[in-house]
């Protein structure tokens, strides 16, 4: 009955908007508080005195760290064959049939002009069907590079990466690749992305666009220039090297020998052998970490992207995660999130009941 005096239509069978049950709370004197995921995850860590997020580790102790730029672009563009090309080694051809099909990291030392400096690439897939994989890329990062292939130009997923980009307010630097095909056509692409609002630099715009060849090598140094000089420009990346390490799951499996293996990207902080860590509501101990060159590394510094060997479950691709001081606070922090999980599974259920009981009042 409730429901009609606010205007509103509800059928047993429907779940209400959050502003509904609140609105209906009010009407029948309840105090009603809807508390979004996120405010209750803060609210179980702050019951073990633990901040996460920027402000954890606090204004101290910011040291300059290197960028975290992520690839996107339409499948088959050269993603992959470009982060090769800056590596120089050769991921690309051991990947299934040449489709990316999850996400992958590395960290390039860079050397340019006499000056040393690491940048940290994460590979996406371009595939249509990996969307929320690459939205929760774009979360993670400093700058987009978007690749374009000179010859087919902007396509579906390229729009969608500039996208993703945006909701992720993270500015774009824009790769025109296969400058080296018989039909390449690097001023279309700069007229399409144009017309998507990317504008280039030289057409009064505040978009780094440069031609490379992924394949032949050409130009890969003004690229990783452009990337440096837009982090300079727009960016002030520190992050506190001190702290117990925080960061994001950007990819998880469970590997037939090593047991559950999640790539990191640690944020702040540093992550050790021996840690303490949970990640969503998988929790362990670091046992290995293991770099992009299949290296065992004792250390990982803020904006680098690491294995890691010792969860006992496989958390989520895009699970925050952190170090606490010992297990047994890895362990209920996990359990508690894994004990809210089920019950959010319940919970439009439960509200469906509850409104059948209130019709019958
Ligand atoms: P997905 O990850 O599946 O979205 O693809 P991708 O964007 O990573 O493309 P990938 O690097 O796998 O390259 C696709 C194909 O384009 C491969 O055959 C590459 O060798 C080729 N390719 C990449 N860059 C260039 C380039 O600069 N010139 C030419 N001619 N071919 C290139
Ligand atoms: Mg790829």
Redo the contacts with the bound molecule.
């Keep these: 009955q409730a429901m009609f005096h606010l205007g509103e239509m509800v059928t047993a069978t429907q779940s209400v908007s959050d502003e509904v049950l609140e609105l209906l709370g009010q009407e029948m004197n309840y105090q009603i508080q809807v508390v979004s995921p996120e405010e209750e995850d803060r609210e179980l860590l702050d019951s073990f005195d633990i901040t996460f997020g920027e402000d954890a580790g606090g204004d101290e102790d910011l040291l300059p760290r290197p960028p975290v730029v992520t690839v996107m ?1 339409h ?8 982060l090769d090309t800056i590596r120089k080694t050769n991921v ?1 051809e051991g ?1 299934a049939g ?3 099909q999850h996400i992958g990291a590395y960290q390039v030392a860079t050397n340019l002009e006499g000056e040393e400096r690491l940048i940290t690439f994460i590979d996406t ?3 249509e069907a990996f969307t929320a994989m690459r939205a929760r890329g774009a979360t993670s990062t400093d700058i987009a590079v978007i ?1 374009v292939a000179a010859d087919d130009g902007v396509m579906p997923q390229t729009a969608e990466a500039i996208d993703h980009a945006r909701a992720a307010d993270v500015p774009i630097v824009v790769a025109v ?2 400058i ?2 018989p039909g390449a056509n690097p001023s279309k692409v700069r007229q399409q992305m144009s017309d998507y609002g990317v504008v280039p630099e030289e057409y009064g715009g505040d978009t780094m666009f440069v031609d ?5 090598g050409v130009n890969i140094e003004g690229l990783l220039e452009a990337i440096l000089l837009t982090a300079d420009a727009s960016l002030d990346l520190r992050a506190n090297p001190t702290m117990e390490a925080q960061g994001v799951a950007i990819e998880a499996h469970l590997d037939r020998g090593r047991g559950p293996v999640a790539t990191v990207l640690v944020q702040r902080g540093t992550l050790r052998v021996g840690d303490s860590v949970v990640a969503g509501d998988a929790y362990g101990r670091v046992r290995r970490m293991i770099n992009e060159f299949d290296e065992d590394v004792t250390e990982a510094l803020p904006a680098r992207p690491v294995q890691v060997i010792g969860f006992t479950s496989v958390p989520g691709a895009g699970d925050t995660f952190l170090v606490v001081e010992e297990d047994r606070v890895a362990r209920q922090i996990a359990d508690r999130r894994r004990a809210r999980l089920r019950n959010a599974q319940f919970a439009a259920a439960r509200k469906r009941v509850s409104l059948e009981d209130l019709d019958k009042a």
Excluded: C
């Design positions: 672009g499948v088959d563009h050269g993603k992959t064959r470009l690309h990947e040449g489709i990316t897939p371009g595939h690749v690749n296969k080296d095909k490379i060849s992924a394949r032949q």
